[in-house]
């Protein structure tokens, strides 16, 4: 039995990427400008260090933007994969600063040390202020993760 839950976990995630991508596809307009973003942070009541890597997409108007993104934080009592499709709204600034508030669902991946991998679903919430001038931006961003084992996550990063 324990095999065959390990092993339903790469599925989800493929399964998972794949619904992400597609709605990245069908959601972007036909001559958008795509971002790349890095990013890492600390995963709070992980006590984990994380990586990982997104897509900024925008949504019809110029303040809707979708950031389908990977991380995963690895810590001192097990590994953290988390694939989220977020939505954010940026308010309109005038200066070299933006801030957004957005929300998404997050497929977690659990993975503890000399345990039974766990996959929930949760659901993101979340803030963060960008660099709006140049083609190299950094962004700050506070997360609150909602699901079986919530966390809060506080990221940096550059979009590009």
Same mark, same amino acid.
């Given at each position: 039995?324990?095999?065959?839950?390990? *092993?339903?976990?790469?599925?989800?995630l493929?399964i998972?990427?794949?619904?992400?991508? *597609?709605?990245?596809?069908?959601?972007?307009?036909?001559q958008?400008?795509?971002d790349?973003?890095?990013?890492?942070?600390?995963?709070?009541?992980a006590?984990a260090?994380? $990586?990982? *890597?997104g897509?900024?997409?925008p949504?019809?108007?110029h303040?809707?933007?979708?950031?389908?993104? %990977? /991380?995963?934080a690895?810590?001192?009592?097990?590994?953290?994969?988390?694939?989220?499709?977020?939505?954010?709204?940026?308010?309109?600034?005038?200066?070299?600063?933006?801030?957004?508030?957005?929300?998404?669902?997050?497929?977690? $991946?659990?993975?503890?040390?000399g345990? /039974?991998?766990?996959?929930?679903l949760?659901?993101?919430?979340?803030?963060?202020i960008?660099?709006?001038?140049?083609?190299?931006?950094?962004?700050?961003?506070?997360?609150?993760?909602?699901?079986?084992?919530? /966390?809060? $996550? %506080?990221?940096?990063?550059?979009?590009?």
């Amino acid at each position: 039995m324990p095999l065959l839950k390990t *092993a339903r976990v790469p599925r989800n995630l493929a399964i998972a990427a794949l619904l992400c991508g *597609a709605a990245w596809m069908g959601a972007r307009p036909a001559q958008a400008e795509v971002d790349v973003d890095l990013r890492a942070g600390l995963y709070m009541d992980a006590e984990a260090f994380g $990586v990982g *890597a997104g897509l900024l997409s925008p949504l019809g108007s110029h303040n809707w933007f979708f950031n389908p993104n %990977l /991380e995963i934080a690895f810590g001192d009592n097990a590994n953290l994969v988390s694939l989220n499709g977020d939505i954010h709204y940026d308010f309109a600034s005038s200066g070299n600063m933006s801030m957004w508030l957005g929300a998404g669902p997050a497929l977690l $991946v659990t993975d503890p040390d000399g345990g /039974e991998s766990d996959t929930n679903l949760g659901l993101n919430v979340f803030t963060g202020i960008t660099g709006t001038r140049g083609s190299v931006r950094p962004f700050a961003q506070f997360k609150g993760v909602v699901s079986d084992n919530s /966390e809060v $996550v %506080l990221q940096g990063g550059i979009r590009f």
